[in-house]
């Protein structure tokens, strides 16, 4: 992703009102819900996506008269899901959580059953967690200048970086990096996050690529070692963690968000009630702590602002996967 005019966390501060708006009157909307609110997460339960927003649906059950219920449609990168809410009524009974991967798949995904900008409504991006460059304590670079040296000094087969898979968010890190710094390395997928860092853990390869929740754990417990945040400001559970800019390497911004859509045309006024409904409850600092036992931030970012987000990320990352040679699947 090339660097954003407009970053992530400046929009929050500009949206941060929307927390404090009140639900307007019933009588003034038609009624919501007069039935159970599915929400799909087109990812696996336990999963970071799908406990993201268990925890918001958790929050949200006692201010709404019916039950909202989670359910997973695991396939296709999360568009099997995201497809199905594409095509619901557009009543706000079916929704979809949707990561931050789903700006990326336009790049990586070829016949794709839904265009994710047209066909769905972006209601909220509720939480995010800054993605982090880690590395194995063995690497002889000590922080970000030393390990661009490092890896201008090999050839690019011998810096090998790991990922959660191919078109991730992290993925695309790995390519911000070998743009922003002039280095080439070597992308080995995994399935996961936990065996991309598993594998960084045992030192094959020497560096991973992930979201703050995911190796949060491990940099803690120092078995392996964060070389720079890619975010504006330095992460709340980092703090001792420089940003890629601090270290002089601009261009280098990556998380990994958590939003809510639904399926596009959903009347504007029944999309502001969902989006304050989800905002408000982020005020509730036991929500916050769950949050943050993700590795992950409230957010609280409206409809227009989240659309604007989507249809800058979208053409980012078409940008950032055609400079790295990423075939469409």
């Known amino acids: 992703m090339t660097p954003h005019r ?17 639900e307007p009157a019933a009588a003034q909307e038609e009624p919501w819900p007069n039935r159970p609110v599915r929400i799909l997460v087109g990812f696996g339960a336990g999963g970071v996506t799908d406990v993201a927003i268990r925890v918001m649906a958790e929050a949200l059950r006692p201010a709404l008269p019916q039950p909202i219920v989670i359910e997973n449609r695991v396939g296709a990168s999360g568009m099997l899901a995201a497809g199905l809410a594409a095509r619901a009524a557009p009543d706000g009974h079916l929704l979809v959580a949707i990561p931050g991967t789903i700006t990326i798949v336009p790049a990586a995904m070829r016949n794709l059953p839904i265009d994710v900008l047209k066909d769905l409504e972006p209601i909220t991006l509720f939480a995010t967690s800054p993605n982090v460059m880690v590395v194995h304590p063995d690497l002889p670079a000590r922080n970000l200048a030393e390990f661009v040296a490092l890896a201008r000094s090999r050839p690019p087969e011998d810096i090998a970086y790991a990922s959660s898979g191919i078109g991730t968010t992290v993925h695309f890190m790995g390519g911000m990096l070998e743009r922003a710094a002039e280095i080439r390395m070597r992308h080995i997928p995994y399935r996961s996050s936990n065996e991309s ?18 190796a949060l754990p491990h940099i803690r417990s120092g078995t392996v ?14 703090p001792e963690v420089p940003t890629f800019e601090e270290q002089g390497v601009r261009g280098v911004r990556s998380d990994t968000w958590f939003g ?10 029944l999309v502001e009630r969902i989006a304050r409904l989800f905002n408000g409850a982020l005020r509730d600092a036991a929500l916050r702590q769950r949050l943050a036992a993700l590795g992950a931030e409230p957010v609280g970012l409206g409809p227009d ?21 990423l075939q469409p699947e």
């Open 6 to 22: 407009t970053t992530r966390r400046s929009v929050l501060a500009g949206t941060a009102g929307l927390l404090g708006l009140a």
């Open 305 to 325: 602002e989240f659309r604007a987000l989507m249809v800058r990320e979208v053409a980012e990352f078409k940008s950032l996967g055609a400079a790295m040679g």
């Open 225 to 238: 070692r964060a070389l720079g945040v890619a975010s504006e400001r330095r992460s709340e559970f980092l």
């Open 260 to 269: 809510l859509a639904g399926p596009a045309n959903m009347p504007r006024p």
């Open 197 to 214: 860092i598993q594998a960084v853990i045992a030192g094959d390869p020497k560096v991973v690529f992930s979201s703050v929740n995911s």
